[in-house]
Each structure stands twice: as C-alpha cells, then as structure tokens.
C-alpha cells in the first residue's frame, strides 16, 4: 500500500518535539478578589491588587483536565458525547482536522507533542497509522492509557476484499521483501454495532484517568448508546423493507462494516483504503451493466468534489438517467464542520436518509 509514512519522517519529528510546545486549551481564569473584601483606605485596595493578581498564578481546575488526543472526527465526536456538560473545559484534541484523511496524514511535531503528553489518546490502528508507534516512544505520559480500534473490536474487525469488477491494487514485490500478512478494512466506525463496543471502551478509559467523574462518564455512555441502538433499529427496518439489496459505488467502498452489518449486497470500484483514483475500462463497464441488470437508479460516492467515475459509469448504461448521491465516511471531517454543528449521529442520519432513497 501507498500510505506508509516513512521512519525516517517520523524520527525527525520526534526529535522536533523537544523544542516545540503544547498548546493547553479550556483554562477558566481565577475568580478576582470581591469587591467587599478591598478596605476603602488607598492602603488596602494596594494589598487587594496584590491578592487578585497573586491569585491568577493559582492553578484553575479546568487546567488540570484529562487530556485526550483522538486522530479522526469519530473518536473526538464519542469523546465529547461521553464527557457531556464537562467537554467545554476539556484539552481535547482531533489531530485530522484539516480535511486530509486517514490514508495520507502525517504527524508534525506539535502533533508528537501532544501525543507524547496526552492522558488518553485514541487512533484507528490499521495499516494507515504505522507511524503511531515510533510516536508512542516519545511519550513522556507513563500513565497514558491508549485505544488501538481495531485491537478493541478484536475478531470483528474483517479483511479488506475484492468482490467481482473491482479495480485491485497492484503491489510491487521487491526481492528479499518479506510476504505482508492480511490488510484489515480501517473503516470500522461506519457501524453503529462497532460504536456501542467502541463508546463502551473509551467509557471505561475516560473513569480510569479521571475517576471523579466516572458516574457521569458512565452515565452519558449509557445514554449515547441508547441513541445508537435506535438508530441501529431504523437501518435495520429501511433494509429489510426495501425493494432493492443492492448498492453500487462508483468509488472508493469504505462502507463493508455497514453493509454486513444489515446483509446488504455492493458492487464498486476500489476498496475502501485503496490510494487508486482512475477505474479502468474494463471496471466501467462492468459497473455499468450491473447497473443496467439490476435496475439502479443511483450511482453512489463517498464524500469530495470528484464523481468522475460514477458520471462515467452513468453514460455508459442504456438510459444515461441514473443520479449520483453521496454518502459520508467522515474520513475527511473538519474543524470548521465542528463547529458547524456536524456529529457522528447527524451524519450516520443524512447516510441512511441516503440509503432509503437508493434502496427503493
């Protein structure tokens, strides 16, 4: 695959670590000395401003949150769904903030630095986060509790697989290079039965580092959970009330968790981690004449400006009239779609209002 990062990368920002600092986030200043409590004489109001300033250099609460570093906007979402009410004052970070995604990020050296001295730090764990344990030996947290996704689900997690006219990758052996074990699909989070595992597991870590606070943490986890066994419900009702089984993705398909998880059938044009952009002739028209035997009236993508091969397979069915709709993967969220108000819910809603309309 495309998307090692090489050690050599790495190791320079490990060691532009040590001059680079964090940036801490959500301190409450400390409340000023009351009004009632200064001396009407000039001699005390002297010693109040001494008090109030003094009384800044005092450590807030706030400032000593739990720190927690996620890679991608699902982990952070989770993340502020578990602390609630206490997300407004906690140091929480989304490293892959920017619009790039999973496959293609690479860390700088601030972002070592708050791995390095994170309380909690979350990350996917497949082929696509090989940098993360070069990062790990920075850190200056003993007391770091970590999340490897895929560890946490265990034998959930599946093999990325070529079904019939997907365009496969070509891999350039070199002599000598040692046989590669299996490529695990790192798109797990696009199942809500996943999530419940996964919200459960940050849960338990955010108790353990801030132990406090475990009834709420728990108790919101509890909450969040009950709102994706509903949502769990509605797609498992829009499936199995659907004229169609079927769904075909003129792209990239980082949708097989989501797709087994409701026995639905999918044809495409790369696999979900694939780095390939341009479909072959060959990968068209077979697309296009699945299209044409099963009676699509849409052609799917996943979130970006570029449809070019969903337009294509179009023109080259027999009616040319089939629409292009888009689902999210939420492999390319940002900070500016934060706080614009999106979440892991409200996307997984707009995917299944999505898949109603393709399905029937």
């Not at 009632?36 to 010693?47: I, V």
């Not at 497949?126 to 007391?143: H, I, P, Q, R």
């Not at 294509?312 to 089939?322: A, F, G, L, P, V």
Request: aromatic share 6%.
């Amino acid at each position: 695959m495309k998307r090692f990062i090489s050690l050599a990368a790495v190791a320079l920002a490990a060691m532009l670590c040590f001059c680079a600092c964090g940036k801490a986030s959500g301190k409450t200043p400390a409340p000023e000395t009351s009004a009632t409590e200064a001396s009407t004489t000039e001699a005390s109001t002297t010693e109040a401003s001494t008090t109030e300033d003094s009384s800044n250099d005092t450590p807030t609460t706030e400032a000593s949150a739990p720190k927690i570093v996620c890679t991608i906007f699902p982990e952070y979402d989770w993340v502020r769904e578990i602390l609630g009410e206490k997300a407004e004052g906690a140091d929480l970070t989304m490293l892959l903030d920017n619009g790039v995604d999973l496959h293609s990020y690479q860390p700088t050296a601030e972002d070592i630095v708050k791995i390095s001295e994170c309380d909690l730090f979350i990350y996917v764990g497949g082929e696509s986060d090989g940098w993360v344990d070069d990062a790990l030996k920075e850190k200056t947290n003993k007391d770091m509790v970590v999340i490897n996704l895929l560890d946490t689900l265990g034998d959930s997690v599946k093999e990325e697989e070529v079904v019939e006219g997907m365009e496969a990758e070509e891999e350039e052996e070199e002599e000598g290079e040692e046989e590669e074990g299996p490529e695990y699909d790192e798109h797990v989070w696009l199942s809500l039965k996943n999530t419940k595992t996964l919200v459960a597991a940050i849960a338990d870590a955010l108790e353990k580092i801030d132990s406090e606070n475990a009834d709420t943490y728990k108790k919101n986890a509890e909450d969040y959970t009950a709102k994706l066994d509903a949502l769990d419900v509605e797609y498992a009702d829009t499936v199995k009330n659907a004229a169609l089984d079927t769904v075909l993705f003129g792209d990239r398909f980082p949708f097989r968790y989501m797709v087994d998880d409701y026995g639905l059938k999918y044809y495409a044009a790369f696999v979900g981690c694939s780095a390939e952009t341009e479909a072959s002739f060959e990968t068209i028209a077979f697309l296009a004449g699945k299209v044409d035997e099963l009676g699509l009236k849409n052609v799917l993508t996943i979130e970006g400006q570029n449809h070019k091969i969903a337009e294509t397979i179009i023109q080259n069915t027999s009616t040319k009239d089939q629409g292009v709709l888009t689902m999210d993967s939420m492999q390319s969220t940002t900070t500016e779609d934060v706080q614009g108000g999106a979440t892991y819910l409200g996307i997984m809603e707009s995917n299944l209002e999505v898949l109603k309309e393709v399905l029937n």
